[in-house]
């Protein structure tokens, strides 16, 4: 049982870039999938999630407007879209699965019983 976060790199301001969070050994339809991110000397926040029961989604205010959280059902994976990136952007990014319903789903706590990627460097720079 894994999941997969991929899709960082280096861009510029302005620019965009799509992770891509994979899972094997499980069914990602079933369950609630949040998209984490947490920068050097900060404590990791909630950026999406998109609940498992009615695929409603969640977006932190500072993200509202610029990313875009999806699913593909057929390839197991879950998309976070990331457009007018700022540099503040910059951090690892992690994916998280919980089989529970998408309320709270934007903090960590639901996901202590679930899984975790092990991250994805995104870097926002001139």
């Known amino acids: 049982v894994q999941l997969q976060a991929s899709g960082g790199g280096l861009v510029q301001p302005g620019g965009s870039l799509r992770l891509s969070c994979a899972a094997s050994?499980?069914?990602?339809?079933?369950?609630?999938i949040g998209w984490f991110r947490q920068a050097p000397g900060k404590e990791r926040e909630g950026v999406s999630c998109?609940?498992?029961?009615?695929?409603?989604?969640y977006y932190a205010d500072s993200v509202k407007g610029r990313f875009t959280i999806s699913r593909d059902n057929a390839k197991n994976t879950v998309y976070l879209q990331m457009d007018s990136l700022k540099p503040e952007d910059t951090a690892v990014y992690y994916c998280?699965?919980?089989?529970?319903?998408?309320?709270?789903?934007?903090?960590?706590?639901?996901?202590?019983?679930?899984?975790w990627g092990q991250g994805t460097l995104v870097t926002v720079s001139s």
């Open positions: 998109i609940s498992s029961t009615d695929d409603s989604k």
């Open positions: 050994g499980f069914t990602l339809d079933y369950y609630t």
């Open positions: 998280a699965a919980h089989l529970g319903s998408g309320y709270g789903c934007w903090s960590t706590a639901p996901y202590d019983d679930g899984y």
